[in-house]
C-alpha cells in the first residue's frame, strides 16, 4: 500500500499537466488525511474519484419522522430520521441466534413510538461510534415483528448530535461505498467538488464508431449522471444500475479486459511453436494399458489437442471439466505426442499429493513406453533435487512432474514442448507464464486443465486469451451421490449411516474447513473431534490428515488410506483437489455452511468413483440464513457442476467464487457477472474485430493509456 501512495507523490509532472492526473489533494475537502484514507480504495488522483461511483442512491425526497411511521404500509421502502435511545446485543433464546440492536426515537425524545433497527450478523461496524442521543438517518424496509416497527439491515446515515433539520441533503443522494474512518456525508462532498471542478477535463475514452454503434452517452454526461441523478420518476434503473449511463461503464470495463486478452492471444497466435505428428506408436500402446475406453467427449477433446499440437502455432487451451469426468488421462495422451516427438514434458499440480497420484497413474499407462520420469517437489532431499535438476538438464524426451517448485530458476529444461497444468485455478497467471517461459529455444504448447467448472461467463473474462475445451460427460456407470444435509442434532442419525458403510467394507472421508484465522484453532476442533469419532467408530481404523503435516507423512496416510489400511480419513481440505481413493463411498463435510458451491461440489467428487453407491453428506451447525438453505439444498438437488457453479457466482459474486488469491480475475467496478453477460459479449467481439486490425491501439489511445496504468499499478504490488 505504502508504495502506491509514493507513486502518486513521485508521479513525473506530465507536459500538459492533466488536471485528471492531479494529486487528490488538489481536490476541495481533501487533505493529507483524507487522501491516505481514499488511497486505502485505491483513489489516488482526480480522475480515481471521478470513477467512483456510488454504490446505490438514497430517495430522500421524503424523510420520515418516527411518529409519522404509523401511516406507512409494512413493507415499504422509507428513508427515517431519529434519535439514538439504546444501542446493544440481542440473543434471541429460542433460535440461539444473535443479533444487534438500535433504537431509534422521535426527535425529541417525547413520543410513544419507537423503532428497531436490527442486524442480524452481529454488530455492524460504525456501532462503536454510535452513542445515545446521536441522529441517525436510517433507510430500509419497515417491517413489523411483535408488533413493533423493525427494519432489518438499514443502510445508516450517523448525522451527528446537535443536526438541524435544515443541513439533511433531501432529493436523490448517492451512497458511496464506505471507507473507514470517513462519513458518507464527507465522501459526498468530496466527489460533488471533483465533479464539480474536474469533470469537464475528461475527455472521451470510447472511440466514436463504438459510442455510435451503442448509442452510448457521452462520457461526462454519464459521470455527471451518475454521481447526480436528477430528481427523476422512477429511481428503480439507477439503484438496479441499469440506465444507459452504467451500461456505457460496465460496457467499457467489459472491453479494457477484453482487449488485454485480446492483445495477450495475438501475441500467442503469432508464436511460431512445434508442429508436432501424431504418435500412432504411443497413442496404440496407451489404449492397450488403459483399463477404459474413452468417452465420447474425452475423445473430441482430445482431437481438438491434437489439432492445435499438429499446427505450426503454439498451443493454449483450457480443458474444463466436471470432477471426475477424466481429464487426467488426456493430459496424458498430450504428453506422448510432445514425448514421441523428442521433447520433454511438464506436468505441474498445486499439491505434492495429487503430483504424486498423477506419476502413479502414467507409470501404468505407460507401462512398457520407456519413457524417462522425473519428479520435483520441494520436499526433496537436497542430494535427489540435484538429481532430478540434472535428470531435467538432461537432452532426450522426458516427463517431469513438479510442483511450484517447477518455477524455480535453477530448473533448466533441455528441450521443453509441451507444459500441462493441473487445477489451473490454483496457479496465478503469471505462474503459469514463468513456466511457458523455461522454453529455451521456442515457446511450449501449453495445456491447462481445471475441474472447478468456472461459468461460460467467467470463463471468457479470465480465460479469454484461452482456446476452451469442455468434457461434458462422465464416464458411464457412475451413480449419483446421494447427498443429504444434516444439523448438529440429526449427528447420531448420520453416523449410523456411516457405521453401515463401513460395515460394508467401504472408507469415508470427513472434511473440515480450514479455519484460516487461527491453524491452532483448527486442530483443535478436529482434536476435540477425534475422541468421538474413536467412540462411534472403534472398530475400524482412523487417520488424520492435516497440513502441518510433512510430506512424507501425508503420503503415508494416504497409501494407507489407499490400501484400505485406514477407513476413515479425517482432514482438512487438503483432499479437495483430485484425490482419487474408489473404494471410498462417504464424504462427510463439517461446517458445510463454511464452503462455497463449487467447493462443496470438488470435495463431494471425492466419492462416487467406484461401482458402488456413494454418499455426501453436509453438516450445518446451524442453517441460519436462508442463502445457507438455499446453498446447501442445492447441493442435493444437482450433481451438475457446472450449475452449481453458476448459481455459486450469482450468490456469491465472482471474488468470492474464485477467492481473492486469483491473480487473473478483474475486478469490476459496476459489471455484474452473471447479469451483465449481453454486454461482455458485445465488448469481446468489438476487442477482438478492433485488435485484428489495430493490433497496438493507436487509433484508441485513451484505453491504450488506462491499460498500461493499470499494468504499471500491478507491477509496483
Ligand atoms: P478429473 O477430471 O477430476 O481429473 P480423473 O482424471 O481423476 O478426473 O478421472 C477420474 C477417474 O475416472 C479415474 O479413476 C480415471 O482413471 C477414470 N476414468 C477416466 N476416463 C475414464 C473412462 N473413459 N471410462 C472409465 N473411467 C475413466
Ligand atoms: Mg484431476
Same mark, same amino acid.
Given at each position: 500500500m505504502k508504495t502506491r501512495t509514493n507513486q502518486t507523490s513521485n508521479k513525473k509532472p =506530465?507536459?500538459?499537466?492533466?488536471?485528471?492526473?492531479?494529486?487528490l489533494r488538489f481536490v476541495k475537502g481533501v487533505g493529507e488525511k483524507v487522501a491516505m484514507m481514499l488511497a486505502r480504495k485505491d483513489l489516488f488522483e482526480v480522475r480515481d474519484l471521478l470513477y467512483y461511483f456510488p454504490r446505490t442512491y438514497e430517495d430522500r425526497r421524503k424523510i420520515y419522522k418516527i411518529s409519522e411511521l404509523g401511516g406507512v404500509a409494512v413493507g415499504q421502502k422509507?428513508?427515517?430520521?431519529?434519535?439514538?435511545?439504546?444501542?446493544?446485543?440481542?440473543?434471541?433464546?429460542?433460535?440461539?441466534?444473535?443479533?444487534?440492536?438500535?433504537?431509534?426515537?422521535?426527535?425529541?425524545?417525547?413520543? $410513544?413510538?419507537?423503532?428497531?433497527?436490527?442486524?442480524?450478523?452481529?454488530?455492524? @461496524?460504525?456501532?462503536?461510534?454510535?452513542?445515545?442521543?446521536?441522529?441517525?438517518?436510517?433507510?430500509?424496509?419497515?417491517?413489523?415483528?411483535?408488533?413493533?416497527?423493525?427494519?432489518?439491515?438499514?443502510?445508516?446515515?450517523?448525522?451527528?448530535?446537535?443536526?438541524? !433539520?435544515?443541513?439533511?441533503?433531501?432529493?436523490?443522494?448517492?451512497?458511496?461505498?464506505?471507507?473507514?474512518?470517513? @462519513?458518507?456525508?464527507?465522501?459526498?462532498?468530496?466527489?460533488?467538488?471533483?465533479?464539480?471542478?474536474?469533470?469537464?477535463?475528461?475527455?472521451?475514452? /470510447?472511440?466514436?464508431?463504438?459510442?455510435?454503434?451503442?448509442?452510448?452517452?457521452?462520457?461526462?454526461?454519464?459521470?455527471?449522471?451518475?454521481?447526480?441523478?436528477?430528481? $427523476? +420518476?422512477?429511481? +428503480?434503473?439507477?439503484?438496479?444500475?441499469q440506465t444507459k449511463f452504467h451500461e456505457r461503464f460496465i460496457y467499457e470495463e467489459f472491453l479494457e479486459v477484453s482487449l488485454s486478452m485480446a492483445m495477450r492471444r495475438a501475441t500467442f497466435v503469432e508464436e511460431s511453436g512445434v508442429a508436432y505428428t501424431k504418435p500412432e506408436r504411443l497413442w496404440e500402446r496407451l489404449k492397450e494399458n488403459l483399463p477404459f475406453k474413452f468417452t465420447n467427449a474425452q475423445r473430441r477433446v482430445l482431437q481438438e489437442i491434437l489439432d492445435d499440437m499438429t499446427k505450426a502455432t503454439v498451443m493454449h487451451r483450457l480443458v474444463q471439466g466436471d470432477v471426475g469426468s477424466g481429464k487426467t488421462i488426456l493430459a496424458a495422451a498430450a504428453a506422448l505426442v510432445a514425448l514421441e516427438n523428442g521433447y520433454q514434458v511438464a506436468l505441474m499440480a498445486p499439491t505434492e499429493?495429487?503430483?504424486?497420484?498423477?506419476?502413479?497413474?502414467?507409470?501404468?499407462?505407460?507401462?512398457?513406453?520407456?519413457?524417462?520420469?522425473?519428479?520435483? =517437489?520441494?520436499?526433496?532431499?537436497?542430494? !535427489?533435487?540435484?538429481q532430478a535438476l540434472s535428470e531435467i538438464a538432461s537432452a532426450g524426451p522426458r516427463i517431469v512432474f513438479g510442483t511450484h517448485a517447477l518455477f524455480e530458476p535453477e530448473v533448466n529444461f533441455s528441450k521443453l514442448g509441451l507444459v500441462i497444468v493441473d487445477e489451473q485455478h490454483r496457479f496465478g497467471v503469471r505462474q503459469r507464464t514463468a513456466l511457458i517461459d523455461k522454453g529455451r529455444t521456442h515457446k511450449p504448447d501449453v495445456l491447462v486443465m481445471t475441474a472447478t467448472p468456472i461459468p461460460r461467463t467467467l470463463a471468457l473474462t479470465i480465460y479469454g486469451d484461452l482456446d476452451i475445451s469442455i468434457i461434458d460427460e462422465l464416464p458411464p456407470g457412475r451413480k449419483p451421490i446421494q447427498t443429504k444435509v444434516f444439523v448438529e442434532r440429526e449427528r447420531s442419525t448420520m453416523e449410523q449411516k456411516i457405521l453401515e458403510q463401513i460395515?460394508?467394507?467401504?472408507?469415508?472421508?470427513?472434511?473440515?474447513?480450514?479455519?484460516?484465522?487461527?491453524?491452532?484453532? !483448527?486442530?483443535?476442533?478436529?482434536?476435540?473431534?477425534?475422541?468421538? $469419532?474413536?467412540?462411534?467408530?472403534?472398530?475400524s481404523k482412523i487417520a488424520h490428515l492435516h497440513g502441518k503435516m510433512k510430506a512424507e507423512e501425508k503420503q503415508k496416510i494416504?497409501? +494407507?488410506?489407499?490400501?484400505?489400511?485406514?477407513?476413515? /480419513?479425517?482432514s482438512t481440505t487438503v483432499v479437495e483437489v483430485g484425490v482419487d481413493v474408489p473404494n471410498a463411498t462417504v464424504m462427510v463435510i463439517e461446517n458445510a455452511e463454511r464452503f462455497g458451491l463449487s467447493q462443496l461440489h470438488q470435495l463431494r467428487g471425492r466419492v462416487g468413483r467406484g461401482a458402488e453407491s456413494s454418499f455426501c453428506y453436509l453438516?450445518?451447525?446451524?442453517?441460519?440464513?436462508? !442463502?445457507?438453505?438455499?446453498?446447501?439444498?442445492?447441493?442435493?438437488?444437482?450433481?451438475?457442476?457446472?450449475?452449481?457453479?453458476?448459481?455459486?457466482?450469482?450468490?456469491?459474486?465472482?471474488?468470492?467464487?474464485?477467492? =481473492?488469491k486469483q491473480s487473473g480475475l478483474p475486478q469490476f467496478q459496476l459489471a455484474q457477472l452473471p447479469r451483465d453477460l449481453p454486454i461482455l459479449q458485445r465488448a469481446r467481439k468489438d476487442a477482438l474485430e478492433w485488435v485484428a486490425k489495430d493490433p497496438e491501439l493507436k487509433e484508441m489511445p485513451q484505453m491504450r493509456a488506462r491499460l498500461q496504468t493499470r499494468a504499471d499499478r500491478v507491477a509496483m504490488n
Open positions: =506530465t507536459p500538459t499537466d492533466n488536471p485528471l492526473a492531479r494529486p422509507v428513508s427515517v430520521i431519529g434519535k439514538i435511545r439504546t444501542s446493544h446485543p440481542v440473543f434471541f433464546s429460542k433460535s440461539k441466534r444473535r443479533a444487534f440492536e438500535m433504537v431509534l426515537v422521535g426527535e425529541t425524545g417525547s413520543g $410513544l413510538q419507537s423503532l428497531a433497527l436490527t442486524w442480524f450478523h452481529g454488530k455492524p @461496524y460504525f456501532a462503536s461510534k454510535i452513542s445515545e442521543g446521536m441522529i441517525v438517518l436510517a433507510r430500509g424496509e419497515l417491517t413489523q415483528f411483535r408488533g413493533r416497527m423493525q427494519i432489518v439491515h438499514p443502510d445508516i446515515e450517523v448525522l451527528g448530535k446537535n443536526m438541524p !433539520e435544515a443541513e439533511i441533503e433531501g432529493g436523490i443522494v448517492p451512497i458511496y461505498s464506505e471507507t473507514e474512518g470517513l @462519513y458518507q456525508k464527507t465522501i459526498r462532498k468530496i466527489v460533488s467538488g471533483a465533479v464539480e471542478s474536474f469533470a469537464s477535463f475528461l475527455e472521451e475514452s /470510447l472511440p466514436a464508431v463504438l459510442m455510435e454503434k451503442h448509442g452510448f452517452p457521452g462520457l461526462r454526461e454519464s459521470v455527471r449522471a451518475l454521481h447526480f441523478p436528477k430528481a $427523476l +420518476d422512477d429511481l +428503480d434503473p439507477f439503484m438496479k444500475g499429493i495429487l503430483i504424486e497420484q498423477h506419476r502413479r497413474n502414467f507409470e501404468r499407462w505407460f507401462a512398457g513406453m520407456n519413457i524417462p520420469a522425473t519428479l520435483l =517437489t520441494g520436499s526433496l532431499k537436497a542430494k !535427489e533435487k540435484a460395515r460394508a467394507g467401504r472408507q469415508a472421508y470427513i472434511v473440515y474447513p480450514l479455519i484460516e484465522e487461527s491453524e491452532v484453532l !483448527e486442530l483443535k476442533s478436529i482434536g476435540e473431534m477425534m475422541p468421538h $469419532l474413536e467412540s462411534v467408530f472403534g472398530e494416504l497409501d +494407507d488410506f489407499r490400501a484400505n489400511k485406514i477407513q476413515i /480419513l479425517v453438516v450445518a451447525s446451524h442453517l441460519g440464513t436462508e !442463502e445457507i438453505v438455499k446453498r446447501l439444498r442445492s447441493m442435493e438437488k444437482t450433481q451438475d457442476g457446472f450449475k452449481l457453479a453458476e448459481l455459486d457466482l450469482e450468490m456469491r459474486g465472482p471474488g468470492e467464487f474464485l477467492g =481473492t
